[in-house]
C-alpha cells in the first residue's frame, strides 16, 4: 500500500484567465474535479508554464494555490515560445519587478523575479505566436 499518492495539475492561471489560456475548459468544473482527489493520503500539487500571457495573474493563482494548501511548481517556457518573459516589454520590465516584489516571499517570487531579469523586450513574435 502507498503511504501518499502525488498528483500534478497542470493550471496556469485561475478564473477567468484560466478559462482564456486553457478555453474551453471552464475554470468552476476544473477546480471541482481538483477537489475530488483533496484527501488525507493524496497530495496535490499545481505546475504553471509562466509567460506573457499569465504573468501579472501569478498572485491570484499563487493565493489559490496557498489557500488550498498545494504546493505549486512554475516554469518558464524557455524561450520555446513566443510568450516567454525574455519577450517581456521592456518600457515595462520595471512594472514588472514592482508587481513581483509585492509577492509573498517564496522561492517562486525569486524564480520569478530571476525570469524577468532577462526580459528583453525587443522581440515581436508572441504576436505571431497569438495569431497562428
Known amino acids: 500500500m502507498f503511504k501518499k499518492v502525488y498528483i500534478n495539475f497542470s493550471i496556469d492561471a485561475t478564473e477567468s484567465a484560466f478559462?482564456?489560456?486553457?478555453?474551453?475548459?471552464?475554470?468552476?468544473?476544473?477546480q471541482d474535479n481538483i477537489n475530488t482527489f483533496k484527501l488525507p493520503d493524496i497530495v496535490i500539487k499545481i505546475t504553471a508554464t509562466i509567460g506573457l500571457h499569465n504573468i501579472l495573474y501569478f498572485d491570484n493563482l499563487y493565493n489559490w494555490a496557498t489557500d488550498q494548501d498545494f504546493e505549486i511548481h512554475i516554469q518558464d517556457t524557455n524561450g520555446r515560445s513566443g510568450l516567454s518573459l525574455q519577450n517581456f516589454p521592456f518600457t515595462h520590465k520595471q512594472e514588472l519587478i514592482d508587481y513581483l516584489n509585492a509577492l509573498p516571499e517564496s522561492g517562486n517570487k525569486q524564480t520569478l523575479l530571476n525570469l524577468s531579469n532577462n526580459a528583453r523586450g525587443h522581440q515581436t513574435n508572441w504576436i505571431t505566436y497569438l495569431e497562428k
Do not use: G
Open 19 to 30: 478559462e482564456y489560456i486553457r478555453f474551453p475548459a471552464v475554470w468552476s468544473t476544473v
